[in-house]
């Protein structure tokens, strides 16, 4: 990690020197779990750290809302399920009573109502207390070229957010391809959906009219991509106020699948001094369900933290970061993250060698790299995919993956994972009625083989059931 100047960081988050000799003795407001692991100190509701965005001078919550994971309901009609909005208004209230002021979303989130979900909880409260963050998701659609589908899509998050100007937006998962079409690439999809059908014009066009306060991109996927919307930065044809990126402490120097890792890419931002959003800064909740060896681990070293607060502390250590994302869909989360930010106690030079080494015990397990971002759904056969990886992915953490019947837990192993399994995803839902169609593979950022992961869990399964194992 880029090395920060104490005094220099301390001075972007507007902490003095003598509130940085408080806080460098007490992490997270010296903040302290109970023998349950409930904290036994008030979330503080003034703390909050902020950073400011020198493009539009911007004051920014360094905890961010990621609207991708908002709590969902049975759907009253019996199709399928809806966001549950009651809950959402409690959460954005809570948040912004806290200090968080950033809220991303897009059309494509919790299976297209996210917005509205959003705008409708948000329209409650000034419009000034907030910045609203969406995005052009045409990636995710094959007709995304038509300019305009672009369009209409533009011009219905203002409808569904319940405002007339767009504080942050974003060209959505520039470097994806699409579909698995045959040669179609990030590079050629990007200038398919957005440089050749004259959207970056359009978005431009707005911007000036000020319906469009800060313009940027997120980023998945081919390198080259990234290189190119930089290199249009450099040359005047574009200008980016920001670029949201996936980062973390295991991405740092070992991402996966489609993703680079993330110390080219904000240096890459960085030396051009363009602020960063952070997205998947706990792998989609993977780096605060770890394996139980690797919590004890963490806990060894601070018992009063949480496990998810290392992965938020490592993040916001870094300058150019704007403000971290995280999609909080339950009030602990929530609480435990304003924690983590309020305020921000950077990391040691140790503590980063500390995560160093955490990240290269984690990827020795053999957990599969779903972020449950749900890019995948809906499956046109009705698998819950997401929910089939993490309950495999639950049972390596936890010990509960037998190899086989020589195994000395194998009895109890089994029991938990067919259980569990059961449990957690609908029989007609499970990775056996996958029929291998691989619509979903292409939409994968971590690039998972999502057809082979889950014929390789149906195989585990049925060893399991038949005790062939």
């Known amino acids: 990690m880029k090395k920060i100047d104490r005094r220099s960081f301390l001075k972007t988050l507007g902490v003095g020197a003598a509130g940085a000799a408080v806080a460098s003795c007490a992490p997270k407001n010296s903040a302290v779990l109970d023998p349950a692991g409930r904290y036994t100190t008030p979330v503080p509701t003034d703390q909050m750290t902020y950073r400011t965005n020198h493009n539009s001078g911007d004051k920014v919550s360094l ?13 009253p009609n019996g199709r399928g399920q809806i966001i549950d909005q009651e809950q959402v208004n409690r959460l954005v209230d809570y948040a912004l009573e806290h200090g968080v002021n950033y809220f991303d979303t897009s059309p494509h989130y919790g299976q297209g109502q996210s917005e509205r979900a959003t705008g409708t909880a948000l329209a409650r409260h000034p419009r000034d207390s907030y910045f609203i963050a969406t995005k052009m998701s045409t990636f995710l659609d094959a007709n995304g070229a038509d300019p305009n589908v672009a369009k209409a899509g533009y011009h219905h998050s203002f409808e569904e957010l319940q405002v007339d100007y767009l504080d942050y937006y974003l060209i959505h998962g520039a470097g994806i391809g699409g579909f698995g079409a ?11 959906k957005y440089l050749d059908n004259g959207m970056h014009d359009f978005l431009m066009q707005e911007k000036a009219a000020g319906r469009i306060r800060n313009m940027g991109f997120s980023h998945h996927g081919d390198l080259d991509v990234l290189q190119y919307l930089l290199e249009m930065h450099d040359r005047g044809e574009a200008h980016w106020d920001f ?6 402490y295991q991405d740092w120097h070992y991402a996966t699948g489609w993703n680079t890792n993330g110390e080219i890419m904000y240096n890459m931002l960085a030396e051009r001094n363009i602020p960063i959003v952070i997205m998947e800064p706990l792998l989609g909740g993977r780096l605060s369900n770890l394996p139980v060896h690797l919590v004890q681990r963490l806990k060894e070293r601070n018992p009063e933290n949480s496990v998810a607060s290392w992965a938020f502390r490592w993040v916001g250590s870094h300058e150019h970061v704007l ?7 339950y009030m602990e989360n929530l609480e435990d993250n304003v924690r983590s930010f309020a305020p921000l106690v950077p990391l040691t030079d140790e503590e980063n060698d500390f995560l160093e080494e955490t990240a290269k015990l984690l990827i020795t397990y053999p957990i599969i790299q779903c972020n449950n971002c749900q890019y995948c759904m809906p499956c046109p056969y009705g698998l819950d995919i997401p929910a089939t990886l993490l309950h495999y992915n639950k049972c390596v953490n936890e010990g509960n993956l037998p190899e086989s019947q020589g195994d000395p837990e194998y009895r109890k192993m089994r029991r938990a994972f067919l259980v569990g399994y059961d449990r957690s995803v609908p029989k007609l839902r499970q990775a056996s009625h996958c029929t291998g169609c691989n619509q979903c593979s ?17 195989k585990f399964v049925e060893a399991l059931k038949q005790n062939t194992l």
Do not use: F
Not at 182 to 192: I, R
């Open 243 to 248: 670029v949201q990126i996936q980062m973390n």
């Open 182 to 192: 045959p040669g179609v690439t990030g590079m050629s999809a990007l200038h398919a």
């Open 323 to 329: 403000s971290v994302l995280s999609g909080m869909t």
């Open 442 to 458: 292409p939409n994968c950022p971590q690039r998972i083989n999502i057809p082979q992961e889950l014929e390789r869990i149906d």
């Open 63 to 75: 905890l961010g809302y990621g609207c991708m994971r908002w709590p969902m309901i049975p759907n």
